[in-house]
């Protein structure tokens, strides 16, 4: 292992303080469960001479993924593009539009062949041979084949790529599915609409350090972030044992903070760590602002946990 | 004459192809066409209409927030059940603040790569980066030493040689006109915003739950109420907001000017402007159906650019087209009764070519957005927002129809984001002193009407935004329509031929090296468009596709 002095010298040149960099190497080595010891470890996969290169490919989806990825406070978002990832592809955030940015994705595939990490947003619409939705003029199912092909790894981030998401919803008009269903290629699932970031880069993280997948559930998802049930680590679950609910929307109840699981909360049907970790780093959550789970994080969750203001 | 096209546009949301003919260094004809088809109308018939709001927020997770607001917009309409006063004060926070953030993040992350050359700002000298800093705007970290860093870090990632984002751009095209030290300036303040808008983006968490993707708005009001009645939340936002109108007056606003400085010929000559311009208006001071709303902004429609006359809204005279968009052909339809007959997309440059309807207003293509929502307050005489236009018209030396251009789209956005912003803390005010009256409701009281029709129509960061649904006996979704800025913006023509809003604008914009389409893409971002697409060049003569750079 390179010297702690060394590293921290070379985060320094990247324009990042020591300070800031320990913290979050900490704050990662705690979301991924790992013992502090871990963390000079962490630290060092962090800033290699030789940044990871990333591709991150859009298919049928609405970009939130991307936007909550630019939420992340531990890197931010500007020292994960120039510090710490090599972001070949990205299309909301490269500056080459059309062919010049197609030379991207190729140049990017052909140099790093095999040692890639793919990040997927989005569904594959799959009837009438994918038609309907197309970059540069190919399918997302063929850009979808050729680019898991050749991947170190592929992450699914975000309900669409992981399950099919909003548009497989019933009637599933295009056909759409999971990254994993089209190509035919096992995917980590970050799950979520959109998935909180610090399980998106907790997830890169793991995988740089360790060099394996992290722990993963029956549905592809990393345990350390959906190993626990909303209900059961619910800050309202006292109210629930109380019996005391909330019945509509703005009552005594809800002023109190009182349970949601009469207005149709999830929460007990969800795995994921949001009471823990909340989001927009730790300013709130859906239940937080008297709002029920919808269970975003589920499988097909619009159909299976729909409708959203009905109790289970 | 040569087609052009530019299929995958970056930097937007979703999914883009956009086409030119280029004849004399001059854009003739363009094409606009959106490549995916995700079905969302089709999805929600049958399903229990108060989901719509989760669904059809997924239309876009960019602008996040907006398709709920309108969503809940046209349920509380087909209820009856119009939110309290803290309800409509919570919605208003929570929309504000996605204005900031997201009008802010086009400017610096999706529109400055247009008129910013990251390259040379390499060669800037950090201490006339600092003076130049100095002369604009009075804001911390813009010492030569902030500038330098900036300047070293770049230099470290382009040795690295591994661009990532930035690689294949346009660097050193001739069009890219400012000077290294305003390069290295706007490029500081590019990675000063990206850690702001995590701000921005809690301003909205604090109401709405999280961003993006906000779950606060239920019929008839909100479910943040332990939120709203906080004084500790509010100050919270106040703290934040005070920060945004920081770097909005001494980052944004003269970073803005700054460009606009070089391109002038771009204002004088109306390259990227359109003829007509609808707005909703944006902010309910009180609550009620749509007609009977006080807007905070105004809304109005303005046909041929004649700022003397803006008319009121008449929902009932907008029509979606199918003639040219791959839906089975049918007749002009308002959206409470419009279909989604979708069929495979064969690209036909004399017949369908796009995913897109084709709205129109009284028949008319109508831009919409911050340029159309500025205009119609403007001709509507709202006070701040004429200060507003005045003090950059004057900065700047041009006159009110240097507006009708790319760059008066730029200018509006910003003049919008001042104008919403330095309103927010009266807002929070109007919180506190309608719980100081024991005013604590925050939704509304209602029942299931049986079948019923609602309309939620709004502006939004990228212009006029409405949701129709129809709900039947059986209390579930018989029919739902989106109407949205960018398929106003980006629909293609109609069954008269008339062009779509950034088909016309891109008519007569001129293109210095066509392999290297900046200008094109630059007044694309204007519109700030939500699909994402990309450019190849078609020979007609040979109707062989060349692929051509684009940044």
């Known amino acids: 292992m390179e010297h702690k002095e060394e590293v921290l010298e070379r985060i320094e040149a990247k324009g990042v303080s020591r300070r800031d960099f320990v913290k979050y190497c900490t704050l990662v080595t705690s979301v991924l469960g790992l013992a502090p010891s871990m963390v000079p470890r962490v630290a060092e996969a962090m800033a290699a001479k030789q940044r990871p290169t990333a591709i991150w490919l859009h298919f049928a989806e609405c970009t939130g993924c991307s936007e909550a990825l630019l939420r992340t406070t531990y890197p931010w978002i500007d020292e994960v593009v120039l510090e710490v990832l090599n972001v070949a592809y990205h299309e909301t955030i490269m500056a080459p539009s059309g062919e010049a940015a197609e030379k991207s994705l190729h140049d990017a595939m ?65 056909g759409a599915v999971s990254v994993e269903k089209a190509t035919g290629v096992k995917t980590i699932n970050i799950n979520g609409c959109p998935p909180n970031p610090i399980n998106i880069i907790a997830t890169v ?43 509509k929307f703005g009552d005594e109840g809800a002023m109190k903070g009182w349970c949601l699981a009469e207005v149709g909360c999830k929460g007990p049907n969800t795995f994921n760590n949001c009471p823990q970790v909340m989001f927009n780093d730790g300013t709130n959550w859906p239940i937080g602002a008297g709002h029920p ?20 | 004459m040569a ?40 999805i929600l018939q049958g399903r229990d209409p108060r989901d719509a709001p989760h669904i059809t927020q997924r239309a876009c997770g960019v602008c996040t927030e907006v398709h709920a607001l309108a969503s809940i917009r046209a349920i509380d309409d087909a209820l009856k059940a119009y939110p309290p006063a803290l309800g409509r004060l919570a919605r208003n926070l929570v929309h504000g603040a996605q204005f900031v953030h997201d009008h802010i993040t086009h400017f610096y992350a999706l529109h400055a790569l247009d008129f910013v050359d990251v390259v040379s700002a390499l060669k800037a000298d950090p201490k006339k980066t600092a003076a130049l800093a100095e002369s604009l705007g009075n804001y911390p970290k813009s010492g030569s030493a902030d500038f330098k860093a900036v300047q070293e870090r770049l230099k470290t990632f382009v040795e690295s040689g591994q661009l990532g984002p930035f690689a294949n751009g346009y660097w050193g095209h001739p069009d890219y006109r400012l000077p290294a030290e305003a390069n290295l300036m706007a490029t500081a303040h590019y990675l000063e915003w990206l850690r702001l808008q995590v701000k921005a983006a809690r301003m909205m968490a604090l109401f709405g739950a999280k961003n993006p993707h906000v779950q606060t708005y239920v019929a008839g ?135 897109f309807k084709a709205p129109r207003y009284d028949g008319m293509a109508v831009e919409v957005g911050p340029l159309a929502q500025v205009l119609a307050a403007y001709g509507n005489g709202h006070a701040q927002t004429k200060a507003m236009v005045e003090a950059v018209l004057k900065h700047l030396s041009i006159p009110a129809t240097a507006l009708f251009s790319t760059l008066g789209r730029a200018a509006a956005r910003c003049i919008e984001t001042k104008v919403i912003a330095d309103a927010m803390g009266g807002w929070v005010m109007e919180v506190i002193e309608e719980v100081k009256k024991g005013n604590l409701a925050t939704a509304a009281e209602w029942k299931w009407p049986g079948e019923a029709m609602g309309a939620g129509l709004i502006d939004v960061p990228r212009g006029a935004l409405g949701h129709w649904i129809h709900i039947d006996a059986k209390n579930k979704i018989q029919n739902y329509q989106l109407v949205v800025p960018s398929t106003w913006n980006l629909g293609p023509r109609d069954a008269k031929g008339q062009l779509g809003p950034v088909e016309e604008a891109l008519v007569g914009t001129p293109v210095a090296d ?3 389409p900046l200008e094109i893409i630059r007044t694309v971002h204007s519109f700030d468009p939500c699909i994402a697409c990309g450019v190849h060049v078609i020979d007609p003569q040979t109707n062989q596709v060349h692929k051509i750079k684009v940044l």
């Open chain 2, 221 to 355: 009001g909100v479910s943040c109420v332990q939120d709203i009645l906080s004084v500790d939340r509010l100050a919270e936002f106040l703290y934040y907001l005070k920060e945004m109108q920081a770097f909005i007056d001494n980052v944004y606003l003269p970073d803005l000017l700054a460009v606009a400085s070089f391109y002038k010929d771009w204002g004088a000559n109306n390259i990227g402007g359109c003829t007509n311009f609808l707005a909703y208006g944006n902010f309910p001071q009180n609550s009620g159906a749509f007609a009977s709303e006080k807007m905070f902004l105004p809304g109005g429609v303005i046909a041929k650019r004649d700022l003397s006359k803006v008319m009121a809204v008449d929902p009932a005279k907008i029509t979606e087209e199918v003639k040219r968009a791959w839906y089975s052909d049918g007749p002009a339809l308002h959206p409470s009764k419009g279909e989604t007959k979708f069929i495979k997309p064969d690209y036909d440059y004399d017949g369908k070519y796009s995913y």
């Open chain 1, 293 to 312: 789970c919808i269970g975003c994080s589920e499988p097909n969750f619009w159909d299976e946990q729909s409708p959203f203001y009905q109790p289970i």
């Open chain 1, 110 to 174: 052909t140099q790093y062949k095999g040692k890639y990490i793919l990040i997927c947003e989005g569904g594959i619409p799959m009837k009438d041979g994918g038609v309907y939705g197309k970059v540069g003029g190919k399918t997302m199912l063929d850009i979808a084949k050729a680019a898991t092909k050749d991947a170190l790894a592929t992450i699914c981030v975000g309900n669409c790529a992981c399950s099919g998401g909003v548009q497989a919803a019933k009637p599933n008009p295009t």
């Open chain 1, 205 to 247: 993280v793991h995988y740089l350090l360790l060099g394996k997948l992290p722990a993963l559930d029956a549905k592809g998802r990393p345990l350390f972030a959906y190993g626990m049930n909303i209900h059961d680590n619910c800050p309202r679950r006292a109210h629930y044992e109380a019996g005391e609910f909330v019945k």
């Open chain 2, 514 to 516: 066509p392999k290297r």
């Open chain 2, 3 to 42: 087609k052009y096209t530019i299929d995958p546009i970056t930097r937007i949301e979703g999914h883009l192809r956009i086409d030119v003919e280029i004849e004399g260094g001059k854009v003739t004809n363009a094409w606009s066409s959106a490549q995916l088809f995700r079905g969302l109308e089709l």
